[in-house]
């Protein structure tokens, strides 16, 4: 998973899907890409097998509506847009971050991979936030698609209406292969 930061405007990009261009994307950031000097124990996803995750799941609302159609009917709004392909399935989110946050994300292993089962389909959890606030039971899951193989998991504030994308759950291997998920390449500008 490619995560970038610029910490010149306090903004970042988090590419849930493969880029096209992932090989020049990659050359280009060389020398932005995070290293052991930055004091951090180590880059990695953490994956976990815990079938307990989804009872935390199922304490989250469900939406009947897909994520594209409640964000145009004004569910919620995103500070910036999320990119969605073609048939809905968000390929990459922008986000406010500064630097320290992101150290500290990074620090705290708050990007994981938990694999569990779900109505019999093998599931992929990958958190964008500490665990507290990823399963915090007003956060909201929206399907991706209508076949309901992807959602993402919205924290939205009651008062401003702002959704913060906290996770991706999914079990679709072509869009969100985990191969490239669990590969970190974190960017800091």
């Known amino acids: ?10 903004m970042g990009y988090i590419y849930l899907q493969k880029p096209h261009n992932y090989l020049k994307l990659r050359r280009e950031r060389e020398g932005d890409l995070i290293s052991y000097a930055e004091n951090l124990e180590y880059h990695q996803i953490p994956f976990v097998q ?28 995103h500070e910036y847009q999320s990119d969605l392909d073609s ?11 500064r630097k320290e946050s992101f150290l500290t994300l990074l620090q705290k292993n708050s990007f994981r991979c938990y694999s569990f089962s ?9 958190t964008l936030e500490e665990e507290d606030i990823v399963f915090n039971s ?52």
């Not at 815990?50 to 709004?77: C, M, N």
């Not at 048939?87 to 971050?97: D, H, K, N, R």
């Not at 939205?156 to 970190?184: A, K, V």
Request: aromatic share 12%.
């Open 87 to 97: 048939e809905g399935y968000v390929t990459g989110i922008e986000i406010s971050l």
């Open 138 to 189: 007003q956060n909201i899951l929206y399907p991706l698609h209508w076949n309901r193989d992807s959602f993402l998991i919205i924290d939205i504030d009651p008062i401003s209406r702002m959704g913060r994308i906290r996770g991706l759950l999914t079990s679709n291997e072509d869009r969100y292969p985990s191969l490239y998920l669990l590969q970190p390449l974190f960017f800091l500008k």
């Open 1 to 10: 998973m490619i995560i970038t930061c610029d910490s010149s405007v306090n």
């Open 118 to 126: 779900w109505d019999d389909n093998s599931m992929r959890l990958f």
């Open 50 to 77: 815990d079938e307990s995750v989804l009872d935390k799941l199922l304490h989250l609302k469900q939406s009947p509506k897909i994520y594209s159609h409640a964000y145009r009917d004004g569910e919620f709004f």
